[in-house]
């Protein structure tokens, strides 16, 4: 949630975040609300004083037996006057939380504006393991190696399910455990967080409005499931006051993933690249603001350092404003280089979310216990989304004779394979 001081100092800023995002919101109905939200405020202050002076005028006739009748009608209006605007208020808050809690996050001063993905900017380019020659797609190579089983899979659970099979399931399991000792090296504490989470911790995290399309709800129950462990790290300190002196906090949280990918339709639909349910290593930071944007580069430049230590092809760019997520305030991507398709594919994601799901989760941090409180500022970066990380590895480290060379700091997780072949 933005902090809601600019819709009264400076609404041209939210006006601005919009333009430079491409988003259709009605701010000015928001800037109206919340005139009219302090207004109400103000005037139920105003008939409270009155209620409680003649209160005491009340009481001070009745102790010298003088007549308090007038004064008794007029509390009676008051008291009438303060319900109707109690519940003219009640509408406009409503209103008001539901148009607040879901405009866009500020951005960035160093977000390019652009209209769409194509105005993202490369930043760097890490192409020393490229490969020339043409190559077969991962739903091909993983067929013919026995390593998938798509239809069985869509017979059982639907479409972008999977099974993964043999030294795939190894494979993923190495990029699990390879990815959790890698951030250990640098100062991650390992998390496993609940796969499902109740609505007031998950809209803390998200736009509700926007993640419909996304997240699955469990039916008669107050749980969400987890479209990315984010969502629960986010939430995990929610209602805290942290000490100022043990920041930033850095979390390398393990999970299963669940996403609708409802607006995904025709998209992916071959093989597990886009699919409903895959496993992800997440780097969590929460830090003061002070050093929120060293943080970001920060875990940045760790998840480069383990898709070189892969050796897998990779670029990052900067995403432009209208590509940039609503909750984030500056994202980076990963864009690993995929040779069956002929093209960069985003297989994670860095974002620094400054203080915008602090404020709704009302997390804060203080040196002392008589220091005003700030809020923190809250950074999530995929280090391996392990799905899209094997169809990279697969297109990258195939042979001419179809198989698979596995990467060198996966074979000790793999009981030392070093190369998958037809069995």
């Not at 333009?19 to 405020?41: A, G, M, Q, T």
């Not at 239809?151 to 639907?158: D, L, V």
């Not at 043999?166 to 609940?194: H, R, S």
Request: aromatic share 8%; charged share 30%; proline share 3%.
């Amino acid at each position: 949630m933005i902090d809601p001081k600019i819709l009264k100092d400076n609404p041209q800023l939210l006006k601005d975040m919009l333009r430079r995002r491409k988003v259709e919101y009605p701010v000015s109905e928001l800037l109206d609300l919340d005139k009219k939200r302090r207004e109400l405020i103000m005037e139920i202050q105003n008939l409270r004083h009155r209620k409680n002076t003649l209160s005491q005028s009340i009481a001070t006739k009745k102790k010298n037996q003088e007549s308090a009748d007038k004064e008794l009608d007029e509390m009676k209006k008051v008291g009438e006057s303060m319900q109707s605007v109690e519940n003219k208020k009640v509408i406009v808050e409503k209103r008001y939380s539901d148009l607040i809690y879901s405009i866009p996050n500020v951005l960035h001063k160093s977000v390019p504006i652009g209209d769409s993905e194509e105005d993202n900017i490369v930043i760097r380019i890490h192409d020393d393991y490229l490969k020339s020659g043409s190559m077969i797609d991962h739903v091909d190579l993983a067929n013919s190696l026995g390593l998938i089983d798509l239809e069985r899979a869509a017979k059982i659970a639907g479409s972008r399910f999977y099974f993964l099979k043999n030294e795939l399931v190894k494979l993923n399991q190495a990029l699990i455990n390879y990815a959790l000792d890698f951030l250990v090296e640098y100062g991650y504490q390992l998390i496993q967080p609940p796969f499902m989470l109740k609505k007031d911790a998950i809209k803390g995290s998200i736009i509700m409005d926007d993640f419909e399309d996304v997240i699955y709800k469990i039916e008669n129950e107050d749980l969400y499931m987890i479209g990315t462990s984010e969502h629960a790290m986010a939430s995990m300190h929610m209602d805290e006051i942290l000490d100022s002196r043990k920041l930033p906090l850095r979390y390398a949280s393990i999970s299963s993933c669940f996403r609708k990918e409802a607006g995904a339709h025709g998209k992916d639909m071959k093989g597990i690249f886009r699919v409903h349910q895959f496993e992800k290593v997440e780097q969590f930071v929460i830090s003061d603001a002070q050093n929120s944007f060293n943080e970001h580069e920060r875990m940045l430049n760790i998840s480069e350092r383990f898709y070189q230590n892969l050796e897998i092809p990779f670029r990052v760019v900067l995403l432009c404003s209208a590509d940039t997520g609503k909750v984030s305030s500056k994202t980076y991507d990963i864009e690993a280089w995929m040779p069956g398709q002929n093209k960069y594919r985003e297989i994670g994601s860095c974002s620094n979310c400054v203080d915008f799901q602090s404020r709704r989760l009302s997390i804060r941090h203080r040196e002392k216990i008589n220091e005003d409180t700030q809020l923190v500022h809250t950074l999530n970066s995929t280090l391996v989304a392990t799905e899209r990380t094997m169809v990279a590895i697969l297109e990258n480290y195939q042979t001419n004779n179809q198989t698979v060379i596995v990467p060198n700091v996966l074979r000790k997780y793999m009981g030392d394979i070093k190369e998958i072949k037809i069995k």
